[in-house]
């Protein structure tokens, strides 16, 4: 597998996705995945509101999230299925303005698969939507899918044997956000200018049609709910 992030121009608000994604991404080979930042997506659909007072800033955070909790540092949030900080409202590269996360990152990469397989006539090909999140009591900030197409974000190990011939009962690896994250490190946080990225020979199985549900986990469900609730 190997990863190549892009030098782009600067995503302007309100630029057209599908054009800029074409004037940078020149030639893709059956099996690659093209990874754009949630960022460029976010401002190609007018997601993006002036900058505003701290007040201001946790009405927006609030509006866009399904559970919001305020701590010392930022708002714990749930949007999406997934747990971040502040809902992904975010002021970094933002040139003055607050960037909110895309309205529907899967849909989002499905437009973008059809538009590059028409392009350069492919059927196996993946798109990965990219932001970054932290994790509890880790350091840094890693990469995370918040939507794909093109192949399946699960790789199910479950009812298979392991290298002494026992069966996995649980095993399930995330392959949409461990290639996000791969993806995320090469393309850099800061002003590398690197908002989109190919990875070739990924080793992900392809499909037509993606779950935006595979990856997700009933808080009831989740091996983390009994810590949640010590927290409420």
């Not at 540092?73 to 992904?88: P, R």
């Not at 011939?165 to 791969?182: E, I, Q, W």
Request: hydrophobic fraction near 40%; charge should be positive.
């Amino acid at each position: 597998m190997k990863i190549k992030a892009i030098k782009t121009a600067i995503f302007q608000p309100n630029e057209n996705l599908l054009r800029f994604i074409g004037r940078h991404i020149s030639h893709l080979t059956e099996g690659d995945i093209l990874i754009a930042t949630s960022k460029i997506v976010a401002l190609s659909e007018g997601r993006f509101q002036e900058k505003t007072d701290r007040a201001g800033k946790e009405k927006i955070i609030r509006a866009e999230s399904q559970f919001a909790l305020p701590t010392k540092w930022a708002y714990l949030t749930i949007k999406d299925g997934v747990v971040m900080a502040s809902a992904g409202v975010d002021e970094s590269n933002g040139n003055g303005q607050i960037i909110l996360l895309p309205r529907d990152s899967f849909r989002s990469a499905r437009k973008i698969r059809i538009y590059l397989q028409r392009r350069f006539k492919l059927r196996r090909l993946g798109v990965i939507i990219t932001d970054s999140r932290t994790a509890p009591l880790r350091a840094g900030i890693t990469g995370v899918a918040l939507g794909y197409a093109g192949f399946k974000g699960i790789k199910d190990y479950r009812r298979t044997l392991d290298i002494f011939g026992r069966p996995f009962h649980f095993s399930r690896v995330d392959m949409a956000d461990s290639l996000a994250t791969a993806a995320v490190l090469c393309m850099g946080e800061g002003a590398e200018r690197q908002p989109l990225a190919v990875i070739s020979a990924p080793p992900v199985e392809y499909a037509e049609r993606t779950s935006r549900n595979e990856l997700r986990i009933d808080i009831k469900e989740d091996m983390y709910g009994p810590l949640f609730r010590q927290f409420q």
